[in-house]
């Protein structure tokens, strides 16, 4: 957790320009949606994740340079460079365009049950992922470091909605409103090691040879009671955030939202994660320009394509000089 980041009242003001931007331009009344499984079943039918990505407020949060400089910092955690190549670029970032959440007090739908993202049996078969795991696989896991990036701008997922395509070094939450354990939070099992007992889990001999342990193509690795029921014990809650905070979770990390919102107020971020300066990052911003010049829905995302004719969308000319080369407008 990075507090502070922005001032409280900032974030307050998002979260109020954000409600304001999906009430007039009639997000919860559009016409056969094509909703996805994140939507809620409330009596009111609004959805808890929002497939919102070209807000004024998410372009602010985004292009930040405060926020610049807490993904730097979080980037030089990792092994970035050796043997004179560096991986990616620690103090370059490239926007990923992310949604935004806010769930509504009561609220039981979300089921986002513990899960790993970044796919499931990538992890076993890509040629990237296997050489990022390779200690790991040989019986090395010891000395396998879940922070050495030489191989992870290799890696690549099956093209999927539930799986991103982009090299993100973290996946994070800028904070909008007050929100703690019973708000429907985030929940982890903060132990980056366990990414080991998930990978080895389907070698053990008591596990029959055709199941990877509830990994499915095109999914996020599900964590099972029935074959991770040691990791569960681990799943705590993340303490209370306040708005302009931050929280930062490694992409194997096992992580999912609290099943109830037991609290009274609404609980809202916006899904901001980094994704470091490579050549694979670099890849995706040639993908990610056109829908968010068109107001479509980003590439790693189902096409619902909601802002398309929304009104006060985020233009061109709301990017400052950082906002564009982050977004690969403008050369750094």
Same mark, same amino acid.
């Not at 050549?279 to 320009?289: A, D, F, G, I, M």
């Given at each position: 957790?990075?507090?502070?980041?922005? =001032? +409280? +009242?900032?974030?307050?003001?998002?979260?109020?320009?954000?409600?304001?931007?999906?009430?007039?331009?009639?997000?919860?009344?559009?016409?056969? #949606?094509?909703?996805?499984?994140?939507f809620s079943n409330l009596d009111s039918g609004r959805p808890q994740i929002y497939g919102i990505y070209w807000s004024k407020p998410q372009i602010? /949060?985004?292009q930040a340079p405060a926020l610049a400089d807490t993904r730097s910092f979080l980037n030089y955690l990792w092994r970035f460079k050796s043997n004179? +190549?560096?991986?990616?670029?620690?103090?370059?970032?490239?926007?990923? /365009?992310?949604?935004?959440?806010?769930?509504?007090?009561?609220?039981?739908?979300?089921?986002? $049950? #513990?899960?790993?993202? /970044?796919?499931?049996?990538?992890?076993?078969?890509? *040629?990237?992922?296997?050489?990022?795991?390779?200690?790991?696989?040989?019986?090395?896991?010891?000395?396998?470091?879940?922070?050495?990036?030489?191989?992870? *701008?290799?890696?690549?997922?099956?093209?999927?909605?539930?799986?991103?395509?982009?090299? @993100?070094?973290w996946q994070g939450w800028t904070v909008l409103t007050s929100q703690g354990p019973g708000d429907a939070t985030l929940q982890l099992v903060s132990?980056?090691?366990?990414?080991?007992?998930? &990978? &080895?889990?389907?070698?053990?001999?008591?596990?029959?040879?055709?199941?990877?342990?509830?990994?499915?193509?095109?999914?996020?690795?599900?964590?099972?009671?029935?074959?991770? $029921?040691?990791?569960?014990?681990?799943?705590?809650?993340?303490?209370?955030?306040? *708005?302009?905070?931050?929280?930062?979770?490694?992409?194997? &990390?096992?992580?999912?939202?609290?099943?109830?919102?037991?609290?009274?107020?609404?609980?809202?971020?916006?899904?901001?994660?980094?994704?470091?300066?490579?050549?694979?990052?670099?890849?995706?911003?040639?993908?990610? =320009?056109?829908?968010?010049?068109?107001? @479509? $829905?980003?590439?790693?995302? $189902?096409?619902?394509?909601?802002?398309?004719?929304?009104?006060?969308?985020?233009?061109?000319?709301?990017?400052?000089?950082?906002?564009?080369?982050?977004?690969?407008?403008?050369?750094?």
């Amino acid at each position: 957790m990075v507090r502070n980041v922005f =001032k +409280s +009242s900032i974030a307050q003001g998002w979260f109020e320009k954000l409600e304001e931007y999906v009430l007039e331009n009639g997000f919860f009344t559009q016409d056969a #949606p094509g909703l996805d499984r994140y939507f809620s079943n409330l009596d009111s039918g609004r959805p808890q994740i929002y497939g919102i990505y070209w807000s004024k407020p998410q372009i602010e /949060a985004r292009q930040a340079p405060a926020l610049a400089d807490t993904r730097s910092f979080l980037n030089y955690l990792w092994r970035f460079k050796s043997n004179g +190549s560096r991986y990616f670029d620690p103090d370059r970032e490239c926007t990923y /365009a992310d949604r935004i959440r806010m769930r509504e007090p009561g609220d039981i739908s979300l089921e986002l $049950s #513990p899960h790993i993202d /970044a796919g499931s049996v990538e992890r076993w078969i890509d *040629p990237g992922y296997r050489k990022y795991y390779e200690r790991l696989f040989c019986d090395d896991w010891r000395t396998f470091d879940p922070f050495n990036a030489v191989y992870s *701008p290799e890696a690549e997922g099956i093209d999927s909605p539930a799986v991103y395509q982009a090299l @993100r070094t973290w996946q994070g939450w800028t904070v909008l409103t007050s929100q703690g354990p019973g708000d429907a939070t985030l929940q982890l099992v903060s132990l980056i090691r366990a990414i080991v007992f998930v &990978l &080895l889990c389907p070698m053990l001999e008591d596990v029959p040879e055709e199941l990877l342990c509830g990994a499915e193509p095109g999914r996020a690795q599900s964590i099972n009671r029935e074959w991770h $029921s040691l990791l569960l014990r681990g799943l705590v809650n993340i303490p209370r955030l306040e *708005p302009g905070d931050t929280v930062w979770w490694h992409c194997d &990390l096992i992580h999912a939202v609290e099943d109830e919102h037991k609290g009274t107020e609404m609980s809202s971020v916006i899904y901001i994660g980094a994704a470091p300066w490579c050549e694979c990052n670099l890849q995706y911003l040639e993908r990610q =320009k056109l829908p968010f010049l068109e107001g @479509r $829905s980003a590439p790693d995302f $189902s096409a619902e394509d909601y802002e398309v004719c929304y009104k006060n969308r985020a233009q061109l000319e709301d990017l400052t000089p950082l906002g564009r080369r982050q977004m690969g407008f403008e050369a750094w």
